[in-house]
């Protein structure tokens, strides 16, 4: 009668009431379980992408400390090579040796953040999902009660999240690294192409849209190493389109100087054009007159009253960085919209 009573109460050991597919191993519900599958299935890729973080930022404490140290020493800070700033008189050499010193570590950091959203996408988003379809093993998944949909979202829930405390981690250290050197001293200025990529919220936004990426590509080739290749070349193509747009992300700043005026801008802007302007106020880029065939004559003769150079100023810099972060994070979303669209007409 026990025994009777016991099996009854428990039905073999499973929880009375609870089906036995809605659980899995080790008592896990079935989102929680697809998480830690998720993590089990890429931890070697995400465990190298969380002790890249963390070794990134120790390095860029201590190469911080060390250039904070040669600038001190030396009176520099604010100091290019050529600098019509009168403190900076006679620091050329010292300059130079701080570039010597730290211009390649500077710049590997550079490198390493601008490249990191092509290798999230390549080696995370692009097998997120094209390594399961390809081995066929979703189907053992699709069969328990996690829907398509909430497979999806496990899928792609555990990475996103790292992806984004990895990324804002090393972006905020190389930050406070670049507040130091960036700029005038190291000449690896703000809107410089590995400098805007690799400061502020641009490679965070970057790396999500990477794994975005990486993951409709899967989705939709089904094959590992193609979704691979066809990210690496969608980034690469995304990236530099994001930069031919970027100097029209916010209006642009004209600065006017006189036909015999000096035209000289500050080292930190970004001067995005230059030309000439005439009596009317129209701008024209170019003129047909030659410095060796009476150039002061021709431009009399051309109306042409002065120069103008459009710019960005450094004050730029954060709205154009968050403009194009939201940007990049919105395609991101759109990409994530049209897996999930994807997978509920494949898989219902």
């Known amino acids: 009668m026990t025994s009777t009573a016991h ?3 428990s039905g073999s050991g499973r929880t009375a009431g609870i089906p036995e597919r809605s659980r899995t191993a080790g008592g896990r519900g079935p989102l929680g379980g697809l998480v830690w599958l998720v ?16 070794g990134g930022t120790v390095w ?37 040796a701080f570039r010597d010193a730290y211009g390649s570590s500077l710049r590997l950091a550079e490198m390493g953040l601008v490249l990191l959203p092509a290798l ?8 997120l999902i094209a390594r399961e379809l390809e081995a066929g093993t979703h189907q053992l998944v699709l069969t328990q009660s ?21 990324t804002t981690l090393l972006s905020a250290a190389f930050a ?28 965070v936004a970057l790396s999500l849209l990477g794994l975005a990426v990486g993951l409709l590509a899967g989705l939709l080739l089904r094959r590992t190493v193609v979704s691979m290749g066809v990210t690496l070349i969608v980034m690469a ?12 992300l916010m209006p642009i700043v004209t600065t006017k100087f006189g036909r015999d005026e000096p035209t000289q801008l500050p080292d930190s802007s970004w001067q995005v054009g230059q030309g000439y302007y005439t009596s009317s106020g129209a701008h024209v880029p170019d003129v047909p007159c030659r410095p060796d065939q009476d150039f002061a ?52």
């Open 297 to 348: 004559g021709c431009l009399r003769r051309e109306h042409v009253v002065g120069q103008y150079m459009d710019q960005h100023p450094v004050a730029h810099h954060w709205p154009l960085a968050w403009i194009e972060a939201g940007i990049v994070v919105a395609a991101a979303v759109v990409l994530v919209v049209i897996a999930f669209r994807v997978v509920r007409r494949r898989y219902g």
């Open 39 to 54: 993590w089990r299935q890429h931890r070697l890729v995400l465990g190298v992408l969380l002790a890249a973080a963390v």
């Open 146 to 166: 996690v829907g398509p949909v909430r497979w999806l979202a496990a899928k792609i829930a555990l990475p996103a999240a790292l992806v984004l405390a990895a």
């Open 237 to 248: 193509l995304l990236q530099s389109a994001f930069q031919q747009v970027r100097p029209y």
């Open 176 to 203: 406070w690294l670049w507040q130091v050197g960036g700029d005038e001293v190291s000449g690896s200025y703000w809107y410089s192409t590995l400098g805007f990529n690799s400061l502020g919220p641009v490679p």
């Open 60 to 96: 860029c404490a201590v190469l911080r400390g060390r250039m904070a140290g040669f600038i001190d020493a030396h009176h520099i800070a604010g100091c290019s090579q050529i600098s019509l700033v009168a403190r900076c008189s006679g620091t050329q050499d010292a300059v130079k």
């Open 120 to 127: 999230i996408g390549l080696f995370l988003g692009a097998p």
């Open 7 to 9: 099996l009854g109460t």
